[in-house]
Every structure is written in C-alpha cells, then in structure tokens.
C-alpha cells in the first residue's frame, strides 16, 4: 500500500511537534490500511493477525458519571491513539505508574465543577471514572512538557523497561522520543530505541541505540533512564 508524504501542517519544510506529528503518521497511516482492507479479499493476514493500524494503536476508553442524588449513570466511550499524562507541579521522580494510576481515579464533580445532569434538571453532585477498556499493542504516552505559553516543563519521571498494566497486562518499553530545548518553537529531538528483542528473563541485558538526525551511536540504560521523555512507546507482550 502507497503512503502520501506527511506533514503535521502540509509543509514538509517545518519543524514538527513530535506528539503533533506522531498522531499525523498514525491517522495516515489507518487511513491507508482502511483503503487497503476495502480492496481487499480478506481482512487478515495468511496467519490471522489483523492487518489493520488500528487494532495496534487504538485504545478504548469509557468514561462513567453517577448523579449522587438519582443515581442516574451515563456513559461515553471513545477511542483513542495515546494517553497525555500531565506533569506540571508534580515532584522529582513521580512514576509513570502513579501517572497512569491518577488518570483511573474516581473523580468528585462538585461546587463550580458540578455536573449538570439532565434527569435532575440540575447542577448536582457526582462522581466521575474513566477506565481502559481495551488496551493497544503499542501503548503510546504522552507527557505535557509544555505549558500554555510554550514553555517547557522540565520534569524528571521515572518509567520502567517494563509496565505492569491492570496487573494482567504486560507492556516493554521500545522507544522514547526526547525533546532538547526551552520552548515548544524550537529545539532538536531524538529517539532511544530499544534493540532486537526484550529479554524477558533479563532486561539488565537490553540494549538501546540513540539517534540523532543521521548520528546513531550505543546508549547504556542508565543513559536512556536519565532522560526527560516526551513521548514513550511500550509493546505489549505476547
């Protein structure tokens, strides 16, 4: 299947939001496997692995609010290509773990976040929960580096080569995408993936390269763990 030349805003010529662009290619690519599918006999591979983009980025949400007062519980569900985990104010060393735990919690809509629900035909009380209903293979992180000025949030996280997900799922990390620079406008990324394949029985052993524009050299781990991630792209173990 052919791939149109991608450009977060048309031109080929700027500089791109990583984050930005990342979301670009993904829904170029779907776009391009959806086309491919309708033109095709079959929608598997000869093995049956779905040949759909989709099905390896797309992550199902559901959101749930229960009224306090008639109990009324509506939902909403929604796909989408990754999680945006906020940072801002959050201390030296805050896990990915605890990131990913906050965004599960029951949250309280009351006083001016009240939630205006329509069987009560009134501002009331209530309680919000959102939860991952279905989990991608490449499970895509985003972290907020950047205020509403642009500014760059330079917080150090921690995230681990491997992510235990609901406790039944398990997630190696393949890649981060690193962002240099203060602002939003300007700067220079570059990418630490993880080579070959995880040593599940001992990660101790995994190898990582780093590239930067055309320069590709070796990284340690403790290299790839010192740094302050933009974007993390775990796989899902089989």
């Not at 989408?80 to 060393?93: F, R, Y």
């Not at 006083?111 to 009560?120: K, L, Q, R, S």
């Not at 991952?132 to 972290?143: E, G, N, Q, S, Y």
């Not at 990418?191 to 050299?217: N, Y």
Request: charge should be neutral; include cysteine; hydrophobic fraction near 40%.
């Amino acid at each position: 299947m052919g791939l149109e030349p991608v450009s977060a805003r048309g031109r080929l010529v700027d500089q791109q939001d990583a984050h930005e662009f990342l979301r670009c290619f993904i829904e170029a690519l779907m776009a391009c496997s959806k086309k491919h599918l309708a033109h095709s006999n079959s929608a598997s591979s000869p093995d049956g692995a779905s040949l759909s983009v989709e099905s390896i980025f797309d992550i199902g949400v559901r959101t749930s609010i229960r009224c306090s007062r008639c109990k009324t519980v509506s939902g909403r569900a929604e796909s989408i290509l990754d999680v945006s985990l906020a940072i801002a104010n959050e201390p030296a060393g805050t896990s990915i773990v605890s990131l990913l735990d906050r965004v599960a919690e029951t949250e309280v809509l009351q006083g001016e976040n009240a939630y205006a629900c329509d069987n009560c035909a009134a501002k009331v009380h209530a309680t919000k929960t959102t939860d991952f209903v279905r989990m991608p293979r490449i499970f895509v992180l985003h972290l907020k580096r950047f205020d509403n000025s642009g500014a760059k949030i330079d917080a150090g996280v921690v995230f681990p080569e491997t992510l235990a997900f609901k406790k039944r799922l398990h997630y190696d990390l393949r890649a981060i995408v690193v962002h240099y620079g203060r602002t939003c406008r300007s700067g220079h990324y570059t990418v630490f993936v993880r080579k070959g394949a995880v040593l599940h029985e001992d990660d101790t052993k995994s190898t990582w390269e780093e590239i930067s524009d055309d320069v590709v050299s070796d990284a340690p781990w403790s290299r790839v763990q010192a740094q302050e991630p933009y974007l993390l792209l775990y796989e899902r173990r089989t």
